[in-house]
C-alpha cells in the first residue's frame, strides 16, 4: 500500500486540531504515518533535548537508537543542516548510524515550530533500497510545518 497524502493530511488535521504539546503532536503523526505506507518500516522522532544532542521521541517500529548527536548519522545532518535528508542507500552515506540492521534507505526532515526553532527531525527507514522519493519528502515536510507550526 502507497500512501495517499491529501488522506493523510486530513486525517493528522482532524486528530491534531487543537492540540499544542509536541511530543502528543509527534506521537500522533509518527502513527499515522507510519501505518500509511508499507514502506515505512520505522517511523518517528528525535527531540532536541540539549545543544547539539537529540534523544528518541515517539515513534513506531522496533528499537530506535536513544540518543544522536547532531555531528553523526542521517538524523544529525538534518538537524545539523536544517535540511531533508533523502538517502537511497544508508551504507553510502559516510557515518550512517545503524540503529537497525534491517534499514536501507532513509528519509530525514527537520521539525520546526512556529518560530523557527528546531524541534527535532523526522525519521523514516525502509528495508527498501531507494524507498523514498522527492514527493514523500515535499509532501511529508508540508504536513509536519502545518501540525507543528
Known amino acids: 500500500m502507497r500512501v495517499d497524502y491529501d488522506q493523510l493530511a486530513q486525517t493528522v488535521t482532524a486528530l491534531t486540531a487543537g492540540e499544542s504539546d509536541p511530543v502528543a503532536l509527534m506521537a500522533t503523526v509518527a502513527c499515522e504515518v507510519h501505518h500509511s505506507d508499507d ?25 530506535g537508537c536513544l540518543t544522536i548527536p547532531f555531528a553523526r548519522g542521517v538524523c544529525g545532518a538534518a538537524a545539523r543542516t536544517g ?8 551504507d553510502a552515506f559516510v557515518d550512517h548510524i545503524a540503529c537497525s540492521s534491517t534499514t536501507r534507505s532513509e528519509l530525514v526532515i527537520p521539525v520546526r515550530n512556529a518560530t523557527g526553532t ?3 527531525v523526522f525519521d523514516i527507514d525502509s528495508d527498501q533500497l531507494g524507498a523514498f522519493t522527492r514527493e514523500d519528502a515535499d509532501r511529508l ?3 509536519l510545518d502545518q501540525v507543528f507550526a
Open 141 to 143: 515536510q508540508s504536513l
Open 118 to 120: 528546531l524541534l527535532g
Open 83 to 90: 535540511e531533508v535528508q533523502l538517502v537511497d542507500d544508508v
Open 39 to 63: 514502506r515505512f518500516d520505522w517511523t518517528g522522532f528525535y527531540r532536541v533535548v540539549a545543544p547539539e544532542m537529540m534523544k528518541i521521541g515517539p515513534y513506531q517500529g522496533g528499537h
